[in-house]
């Protein structure tokens, strides 16, 4: 099937998220949208499933113009969607989940579910793909690379012909992504088309067949796979892109952070974080590294106090662990947390109110019973003209702030507080590429003016620039601590597991092509994602993890 | 037309928050009208012949409407034909005084992301310390009205408390514990009142013995009804919630716990005191219109009866709402309840044949109902969206960011 | 069955933990102990007392069932023993999910009846307690809360909060009594009443869905306007002229051959009108549709993730209109019951029954069965607490009828066991 979408344009209020794109898929050709966040490669994908409508601009089908109203129009057209945030029923089985929206074609004048047939349709899809899914598990145990492999056979199991699979690997491990392109290829062929939508360089080159780089909204060019990270990156951000952060060598001081067999667990009750230790000095930045989900958000919540934790966490000799969240921003703690939307303001507070949300009740802002309104109002256009924060005043809503300024806000209340101890998740998450520098360098100021630094971050990148020793966490674990030198690709292999000396040599030893990762991987694990690979993982983590706790 | 009066005219035909509520106002008194029509078998029957003499169902029907709302006004505003020119407004007041509180104790929890239904099971516990404290005791004047004040604060916030800390310690939901509690409050009033403990020996029907006269609310101004000291402590709460909401550093966290929990919970803010405290507040509020109930105006006996909440703890709902939880907002909305509750009494004594009271109760549903839905009256008037205009604060009980987009086909 | 164990919670499925085990296992022995002291060993059942059951439902015709009479004190400390007994069994071991609820279920009925036979105990023997009578006022009570529970059910199923539950069945019973009385047959004042209940439930969807209005608010408030609307016609046209506004013919009852002939139970539960059989029937076709329907698969959906349903090309917001629709028609229909049951509408006669509708169906975990047997456990207490009213017990009829309520809070707070809602219940479904 070919696709093509011709001037697609779709504006929100007076943001124009897409204008006057044209795009061509065609068959049997995995085609890169790639894109900063926010640069409009979602809206796009969202119209082509018939979630949003467009302005103006058509879609065509093999030549013929088609309108999608909704999905079901999209469906029947043969286009399915694997979104960024799974649209499955949790509490749904796989089956369950597979047959619904489609379920007439089993079903009798009453719509009598008919489930035998659904799991051998389920059956029959996953085996002709190679894509293993239990009709009969809940989605809601599965983890989240099976989840995905779920919402692929979904569309598949709706005759999709175009696949498209939105920021699919943010979620996954390299070795997840890795079956995953591997899933890609198959499909490919078997004469389907895959959209991938990501902004990850590295994986664009590794598996596009055609590339398509987007920004603020418009295609800014097409490119070939061949093209060098740093020709993709400039197209993609606008300009030459220095993601070295200039900084003195570090110069630090004694052990300010102490962290000692640390044990969390999360919202599902499951070991996330496993007996961590690690020490963080004065005047050091110490990045932890790691695909999400391998409990850093849980490991930035027990020491801020937002979750409930075994083990110790001592700063400066004062023990964090067990402190409610406020006292521990009592005790010297500026927290930028890992999503601002949802942890980090209040929307319909003002920018003066969001900046004294952690410190409101205390001096200088005023006491236990009364706000000082003067000194709220006046630190807010300080720190609004200090941080250049774009707002017509202080008095302005967070909510109508763009996503940079909305973080600078987070990062300026954080830094203002003159922390001790200074954790940032994510800092630089959704924002442009000048907002990302500005809080860069502030964050190195910090280091230089000899304060800790934790920096957490899937952005491996952010994490080489900024810090001077880098923790990678794997399964809940540090399985190594490593000078910011080294190399991404033995970075990428620690995250995946591997034990840190193999990940080393490997590493040396030209597998920095990434197709060479790509011979390893297909030599261990010959035939997709089986349960081999995944117990491979475990073993290696587990021996790695004795070494790393030191 | 010149610049500035064309900017005034925009700004009232779009959907500003005055212009929705005195749309509002106006849909509803229509559409109560249409149930006056509906109610009367006289008019019902002249509507049956309309085609052929249409004159007759016209002008009854006029008749009739304006007859009830006049009689209305003058129950609640101005009476030309009354001895006293002011009893009207004073019958207002006595009316809005307890709707304040209790719109102010619906208000406060909202602000902090709670939905404070239980107003009848405070209202209760309120009533039951306030009146035992108001027959239990001999003590001068000042002294006994007071603790009577303070019991119903007590034994308003320790149920408003209660469901706070459900919540909170167990995460059981609010409007549920509070549906519980109403019941489970109405039962335990319905037992005390038959208990020797409360039961007015004097009485053979289910009410308890009256607070005795140094319980009483210091009278005030006029004579009957009589405006009391309650009307003087609305006022007191309302600058005092106003204070609380912008000033106090509680306000603050309880704005905040509202708006984004998360966000407050990662400033160290304690979600779950935060909440406990909103509902402690709302709960001691509702105790003073229980105090108002016993100790007050408007009931005769200031004894407690099964009525006794009469509805207040739900009609506080409507009015925190139609306030959009300002405490301002709030106290306005009463007035303009209260108005229509004295109103509404005087238009069913005046009327003939009679318009029953309960055409108040659809008014206030159907104006909140209004005001709730901005984007209801903006179809029906149809007005400029305020929010593409960015001349005006868009109406803040709908969420304003989801309301665009949900205008699309679905029936 | 494999489906149903797909909406219960997963704590559910979880093992027991130990606090709550032992909370648990305290709470039986507790309710041993106070059957034992306060009832087994009470001044009620001293002196020889016996405790007398009537067996014979007075209203009805049907054979005579004579008394069931026996001594009041050892039976009721015998209950009251099983109770300790069984806490004690609870406490030495984990149990597998089938056995917990067998022993919680035991302890309740256990204490149960010895209330009952404390209360029925009488050393004269005058006292009696009619079984029929109590299981009968049971069932009349519980119906319309089955109904209004289900309409709640389907309508969060999907996605929408009914908290106007009350507000459909005043209208309900009210449009049933007008129309009723107007056309002079019964059976079109149920059909205009479950048609009026339907119509309210369209009113809470189209400001719910399209409007936005929060819909817990929002339920609140159509329960004031139901109130204010049905009081204002109540007072204006059915009080001046009863007679051709307000006076239907109450329901027939339509007895079951064979069936209704079983000991005891059987007059109570098939020579009962029509609507009543319909109320299970319902019961059992939402339960079906819901577990093996397409239509119940796609309201699941839509109530757990309706982006989800949405973007496999279900038209979310119709559906949500429709069962939110045929919500209100189940709670109109329970109106109609209140009404067609003593022949007349009456102003605020639903008096909350709608809210205790509603915490049945928070009780009862969104399922219409669970939703059954919480209606039908706050029938029990209610006409537990109305039936022993007459027999001058210490505890007060008045705190007896607040049972229901306080078992539900204690079942909210999840210290029976913590319940999970529809992720999306009462979340607007915007698209974008």
């Known amino acids: 099937m070919r696709l093509e979408l011709r001037g697609i344009t779709k504006t929100f209020g007076s943001v124009a998220a897409n204008s006057a794109i044209d795009l061509t898929v065609e068959p049997g050709e995995i085609h890169c949208l790639l894109g900063e966040n926010g640069a409009g490669k979602s809206t796009l994908m969202n119209i082509l499933y018939g979630l949003l409508t467009p302005d103006s601009g058509e879609i065509v089908v093999d030549g013929e113009a088609r309108e999608f109203r909704s999905p079901r129009d999209a469906i029947a057209a043969g286009i399915g969607m694997v979104h960024q945030h799974f649209m499955l029923v949790p509490v749904f089985t796989v089956a369950e989940n597979l047959m619904l929206g489609h379920e007439d074609a089993r079903g009798g004048p009453l719509g009598w579910l008919d489930r035998r047939r659904a799991k051998a349709e389920v059956a029959e899809v996953s085996a002709r793909y190679g894509l293993p899914v239990d009709p009969d598990a809940l989605v809601e145990d599965l983890p989240v690379g099976v989840q ?48 991938f939508i990501t902004h990850k360089l590295r994986e664009v080159r590794a ?33 030459d892109v220095r993601l070295v952060v200039e900084k003195e060598p570090r110069r630090p001081g004694e052990v300010a952070l102490a962290v000692r067999g640390l044990s969390v667990t999360d919202d599902r009750g499951c070991l996330a974080v496993d007996d961590v230790s690690f020490d963080l000095h004065a005047g050091e930045v110490l990045g932890i590294a790691g695909v999400q989900g391998n409990g850093q958000t849980e490991l930035v919540e027990a020491i801020t106090g937002l979750r409930p934790a075994q083990g110790s966490a001592e700063l400066h000799g004062q023990q964090l662990i067990g402190a409610s969240p406020g006292k521990v921003l009592r005790m010297g703690l500026g927290h930028v947390p890992e999503d601002r939307r949802h942890d980090g303001l209040v929307p319909d507070f003002s920018i003066a109110e969001n900046l004294v949300l952690d410190a409101a009740g205390q001096a200088p802002y005023g006491s236990a019973l009364m706000l000082d309104l003067d000194a709220i109002a006046k630190n807010g256009a300080d720190r609004l003209a200090e941080f250049d924060i774009r707002a017509e005043s202080a008095r302005t809503p967070a909510a109508a702030l763009s996503g940079g300024n909305q973080q600078k806000v987070v990062v300026a209340r954080a830094l203002h507080r003159d922390p001790r101890l200074l954790i940032a998740s994510q ?28 920096i957490v971050s899937t952005e491996l990148d952010e994490i080489t620039a900024l810090s001077d020793r880098i923790a990678v966490m794997y399964r809940g674990r540090i399985v190594a601590v490593v000078p910011p030198d080294t190399s991404n690709e033995e970075l990428g292999l620690l995250m995946a597991g591997s034990d840190p000396e193999d990940a080393a040599a490997a590493a040396e030893s030209g597998a920095a092509d990434v197709e060479a990762v790509d011979a390893v991987e297909a030599d261990s694990a010959d035939a997709v994602p089986g349960p081999r690979a995944a117990s491979d993982e475990e073993a290696s983590a587990e021996e790695s993890s004795e070494t790393a706790d030191e | 037309m010149s610049n500035r009066l064309k900017r005034i005219l925009v700004g009232i035909a779009s959907a500003n928050t005055v212009t929705v509520t005195v749309l509002a106002f106006v849909l509803a008194v229509v559409i109560g009208g249409i149930l006056m029509i509906l109610s009367d078998q006289q008019l019902l029957h002249e509507w049956g012949y309309v085609t052929s003499v249409p004159g007759d169902a016209f002008k009854d029907s006029w008749h009739k409407v304006a007859d009830g709302y006049v009689a209305m006004f003058h129950g609640a505003i101005y009476d030309p034909s009354a001895k006293q020119a002011a009893r009207p407004i004073e019958n207002t007041i006595v009316n809005a005084t307890p709707l304040v509180f209790a719109g102010l104790a619906v208000a406060v929890p909202f602000r902090a992301g709670l939905f404070n239904i239980g107003g009848q099971s405070q209202l209760i516990i309120g009533a039951v310390c306030a009146t035992w404290v108001g027959f239990t ?3 001068p004047l000042p002294l006994h009205v007071l603790l009577v004040i303070v019991a119903g604060m007590v034994g308003g916030g320790l149920v408003g408390g209660l469901i706070g800390l459900l919540k909170a310690r167990f995460g059981a939901h609010e409007v549920i514990s509070s549906i519980m509690l109403n019941n489970i409050a109405l039962g335990v009033l319905a037992w005390l009142i038959s208990t020797k403990a409360f039961h007015d020996p004097k009485r053979q029907d289910a009410i308890s013995k009256p607070v005795k006269d140094s319980a009483l609310l210091p009278h005030i101004h006029g004579s009957s009804p009589e405006i009391n000291l309650s009307t003087l402590l609305a006022i007191v709460a309302v600058v005092a919630v106003w204070w609380l909401m912008s000033r106090s550093t509680l306000g603050f966290r309880l704005r905040a716990v509202g708006s984004n929990p998360d966000a407050a919970h990662t400033a160290g803010i304690s979600v779950t005191r935060t909440q406990v405290y909103a509902m402690l507040i709302a709960g001691a509020l509702m105790g003073l219109v229980a105090v108002t109930q016993v100790s007050g105006t ?17 009609t506080g709902i409507t009015v925190a709402l139609l306030g959009r939880g300002k405490p301002v907002g709030v106290a306005l909305a009463a007035l303009l309840f209260g108005a229509l509750n004295a109103g509404g009494r005087v238009m069913e004594a005046s009327t003939q044949p009679t318009v029953p009271h309960d055409v108040v109760t659809v008014l206030q549903a159907i104006i909140v109902v209004f005001v709730a839905a901005p984007l209801l009256v903006q179809e029906i008037f149809r007005l400029r969206d305020v929010r593409r205009d960015g001349s005006g604060a868009a109406p803040s009980v709908a969420p304003a960011t989801a309301v665009d987009s949900a205008v699309e086909p679905v029936l | 069955m494999a489906v149903a164990t797909i909406a219960a919670p997963a704590a559910l499925a979880a093992p027991e933990t130990d606090t709550r085990r032992y909370t648990a296992a305290a709470a039986q022995i507790a309710m041993g102990l106070v059957a034992l002291f306060a009832f087994g060993l009470g001044s009620r059942t001293a002196h020889g007392a016996d405790t007398t059951f009537g067996l014979t439902l007075l209203s009805k015709s049907g054979t005579h069932v004579p008394d069931w009479v026996f ?25 597998s999910r089938t056995w917990r609820l067998a022993s919680t279920s035991l302890v309740l009925f256990c204490f149960t009846f010895a209330f009952m036979a404390w209360s029925a105990a009488d050393p004269k023997g005058g ?72 119509l309210m439930g369209l009113l809470l969807a189209v400001l719910a869905i399209r409007y936005l209005i929060e819909q817990v608010v929002l339920g609140v408030v159509l329960n004031l306007l139901a109130l204010g609307v049905t009081g204002f016609l109540y007072k204006s046209l059915m009080q001046t002229n009863q007679s051709s506004y307000n006076s239907v013919t109450q329901f027939g009852t339509v007895r079951i051959p064979g069936l209704a002939s079983i000991w005891v139970v059987g007059p109570v539960l098939f020579d009962q009108p029509l609507i009543i059989y319909l109320t299970v029937a319902l019961v059992v076709l939402v339960h079906l549709g819901l577990f093996r329907t397409r239509w119940g698969l796609r309201t699941r959906a839509v109530g757990e993730h309706p982006a989800a349903a949405d973007t496999v090309g279900i038209k979310v917001l119709r559906l949500r209109y429709g069962n939110v629709m045929l919500g209100g028609a189940f709670a109109g229909l329970g109106g109609a019951w209140l009404v067609g049951n003593v022949g007349n509408f009456t102003e605020s006669m639903t008096n ?31 006409a537990l607490a109305n039936q022993t009213s007459s027999l001058q017990l210490p505890i007060p009829s008045d705190l007896l009828s607040t049972l229901p309520y306080v078992a539900t809070l204690f079942a909210v707070a999840g210290l029976i066991g913590r319940v999970r809602a529809p992720a999306a219940d009462g979340k607007p479904y915007v698209k974008g």
């Open chain 2, 137 to 139: 005791f001999s003590l």
């Open chain 3, 71 to 95: 001594p009041a004190r050892p039976a009721v400390v015998a209950l009251a023993l099983v109770c300790v007994l069984a806490g004690i069994a609870r406490l030495a071991g984990r149990l």
């Open chain 1, 148 to 195: 995905q492999r779920v919402e692929i056979v979904k569309a598949l199991m709706r005759d999709a012909q175009v696949l498209i699979l939105d920021e699919p690997t943010a979620v996954l491990t390299p070795q997840e992504t890795e079956e995953l392109f591997t899933v890609m290829r198959g499909l490919k062929a078997a004469g389907k088309s895959v959209v």
């Open chain 1, 427 to 454: 800092p630089t998450r959704g924002v442009d590429v000048g907002a990302m520098e500005f809080i860069h360098k502030r964050i190195i100021e910090q280091r230089d003016a000899g304060k800790p630094v934790l």
């Open chain 1, 207 to 239: 598996v596009a067949d055609r590339i398509t780089v987007i920004r603020r909204g418009t295609v800014v060019g097409q490119a070939d796979p061949g093209a060098s990270a740093r020709e993709l990156a400039s197209l993609m951000v606008g300009r």
């Open chain 3, 352 to 382: 909350g029954k709608g809210f205790i509708a509603l915490a049945a169906v928070i009780f009862g975990r969104w399922s219409p069965f669970g939703a059954l047997a919480a209606a039908a456990l706050f029938g029990f207490t209610d």
């Open chain 2, 298 to 314: 408007l009931s005769a006996s200031h004894a407690m009866t099964n009525t006794l909440d009469n509805g207040i703890g739900f």
């Open chain 3, 127 to 198: 006292e009696r307690l009619i079984i029929p009578s109590l299981l009968n006022s049971m069932v009349v009570a519980a119906v319309p809360l089955v109904l209004g529970a289900l309409g709640g059910v389907v309508g969060e199923r999907s996605g929408v909060v009914n908290v106007a539950i009350e507000g459909q069945l005043l209208f309900g019973g009210f449009m049933t009594a007008l129309v009723g009385s107007a056309t002079k047959n019964l059976f079109i004042g149920v059909v205009a009443g479950t048609l009026a209940g339907a």
